[in-house]
Every structure is written in C-alpha cells, then in structure tokens.
C-alpha cells in the first residue's frame, strides 16, 4: 500500500511541475484547459515565486485527479 502512495505523489509531483509558470496568464490559460478558473501562487525549493492554474492547489491538484480518472474511464 506504501508504494503505491509513493508511486502516486511522484506522478502527481511530475504532473504538477509541468504546470509551474512565471505569469499568471499562462496559469490560467492552463486552467482553462483543466476546467479551473482563477490561479495560485507558490514558491519552489529556492523561493521563487510561481503561477498555478486553480484558485487553490487542493483545487488543482482534484482536477488533475479527475483528468486521469476521465481519461482512464474509471
């Protein structure tokens, strides 16, 4: 059961790093494409401050989720 935990955060880590950009118009732009309205900020291991699509990241990351199940079709 471990591993699959571990197995998971590093895909949805993965996915997410993808969708880390500099302006908050590319984040939305992205959202848009997930279904999200609105954008978040966060801050990588050295600080810097980046754009997520989503109003929240729990928000982002459930689309993501969701994204996966549609495409699976489960």
């Not at 848009?32 to 801050?43: A, F």
Request: hydrophobic letters at 30%.
């Amino acid at each position: 059961m471990m591993l699959e935990f571990v197995k998971e955060y590093f895909k949805f880590k993965a996915m997410a790093q993808r969708d880390m950009f500099d302006n908050p118009e590319e984040a939305k732009k992205r959202g848009e494409e997930l279904g999200l309205k609105g954008v978040h900020t966060s801050k990588d291991e050295a600080g810097k401050v980046f754009y997520m699509p989503g109003n929240s990241h729990e928000e982002y990351m459930n689309a993501l989720k969701k994204k996966e199940k549609d495409s699976y079709g489960n």
